[in-house]
């Protein structure tokens, strides 16, 4: 069969950063659910992550999506030391907000005001971008991360020592890096192969 | 394949065993075996389906390329190498990324509050000359990453019809995306773990 793209059904476009849940529909067909095999099913990692269409149209390459899966799980959910998750998620979605993934910026948007319970400022970042104030130790990983988003890279040993100076050790600062590096990953599979959606019945 | 057994990303680093970088690393022991995994799965695949190592290497000189690191691209150029790609392809990427090197990310958002955002920058769809070498799989390809790299909030359904055109399959596609994310990926690991060696 030839392969077409997807047209997604009705739905209305985000047209502005939220906390919102979004949804995200593909413009490339899933695997259908039925068809997952047990390498698909390893690829997932998750048994959970079968409902998403997001994972479902990655799966397709499923020894790529199982290593990404877990690199992604080590950098977010690592609990030891290092970055708090609340900035690991602050640094996702500082990436998201740069480089446009209004859907990636959704979900560690409100992960990182879940676990900071600073939703204020999470909302700034939201509102007003990446050089909002958000009070020096989160500048410093806001600027740390868009210093890492741009293309050619502009992070620097200055970069390093602001965020030194706000207090994160190598293990944290490399958390940093993690986190931001992964979300260069994501907001490309995210933006390039389907689109956000305002959630059903919101 | 260069670095298939050894870690690229220490590789890149230049991280030696024992170094503090590498006690750094080994705190998320699964941050860097699976990036390297992912490697792997994207250049040495078990399972090789319809991308041959050539357009794998070939996409990555091209994404590493555009990147301006000079040591990663050297890198996946010896891959492309390798891989046996000719002299002739191989000069034909270097003048693809010569012409469309620039500074990303721009591109625009949906129409509203947003568009006051927009920063407009170029679409580089590879040269006519380059695009006999390439071929018009590899071509398409080639002007898609310049999308993913650059620009990736203009991406678009075209964008993908587009690859869809030029022979490469639903599947081909995911794996062409993730290649150019990975790399965006690997690119700034390395860059940023760099900087981290040198203010210390």
Same mark, same amino acid.
């Given at each position: ?8 059904? =009705?739905?209305?476009? =985000? ?61 977010? /959910? ?78 620097? =040993? ?35 192969? @389907? ?8 | 394949?260069? #670095? ?9 680093? @230049?991280?030696?065993? #024992? ?25 040495? =695949?078990?399972?090789? @389906? ?25 890198? /996946? ?28 990310? /721009?591109?625009? /958002? ?29 071509? !398409? ?38 290649? !150019? ?16 060696? @040198?203010?210390?």
């Amino acid at each position: 069969m030839l392969d077409t793209i997807l047209e997604p059904p =009705p739905h209305t476009v =985000p047209a502005v950063f939220t906390r919102a849940l979004l949804d995200w529909l593909p413009w490339l067909e899933p695997l259908a659910v039925e068809a997952l095999t047990e390498r698909h099913m390893a690829g997932l990692v998750d048994a959970a992550r079968a409902k998403s269409p997001y994972f479902r149209l990655l799966a397709r390459d499923p020894d790529a999506l199982r290593a990404r899966t877990r690199t992604d799980k080590d950098i977010f /959910y690592n609990p030891d030391a290092g970055l708090p998750r609340a900035e690991r998620e602050l640094a996702a979605a500082a990436t998201s907000r740069f480089n446009g993934c209004i859907y990636c910026a959704s979900v560690h948007a409100r992960f990182s005001a879940t676990y900071s319970k600073r939703e204020a400022d999470v909302q700034r970042l939201l509102d007003e971008g990446v050089n909002a104030d958000l009070g020096e130790g989160w500048n410093a990983i806001v600027a740390a991360s868009v210093a890492l988003s741009t293309t050619p890279i502009t992070f620097g =040993p200055q970069h390093v020592e602001r965020l030194r100076r706000a207090r994160l050790d190598d293990l944290a600062i490399a958390d940093v890096i993690h986190a931001a590096a992964f979300f260069n990953w994501a907001n490309r599979l995210m933006l390039s192969l @389907g689109e956000p959606a305002v959630a059903a019945g919101i | 394949m260069p #670095g298939m057994d050894s870690d690229v990303i220490d590789t890149l680093v @230049g991280i030696k065993p #024992g170094s503090a970088l590498d006690a750094i690393r080994n705190r998320r022991p699964d941050a860097r075996n699976q990036a390297q995994a992912s490697y792997r799965a994207l250049f040495a =695949p078990e399972i090789p @389906g319809e991308v041959t190592a050539t357009e794998r290497f070939a996409v990555a000189a091209f994404v590493t390329g555009l990147h301006g690191d000079a040591e990663t691209a050297a890198f /996946y150029t010896a891959g492309l190498a390798t891989s046996g790609a000719s002299a002739e392809l191989r000069r034909a990427i270097d003048t693809a990324i010569a012409a469309a090197k620039g500074h990303g990310p /721009y591109g625009s /958002y949906p129409a509203g509050p947003l568009t006051r955002e927009d920063t407009i920058g170029p679409t580089h769809p590879v040269g006519a000359e380059t695009r006999r070498v390439l071929g018009s799989r590899l071509a !398409a390809a080639f002007d898609h990453m310049h999308l993913l790299v650059f620009h990736p909030r203009d991406a678009t359904p075209a964008a993908l019809q587009a690859l869809l055109d030029a022979s490469w399959s639903t599947t081909d596609i995911v794996t062409l995306s993730q290649i !150019a994310a990975f790399l965006s990926f690997q690119i700034r690991v390395v860059a940023g773990l760099r900087a981290l060696a @040198g203010a210390a």
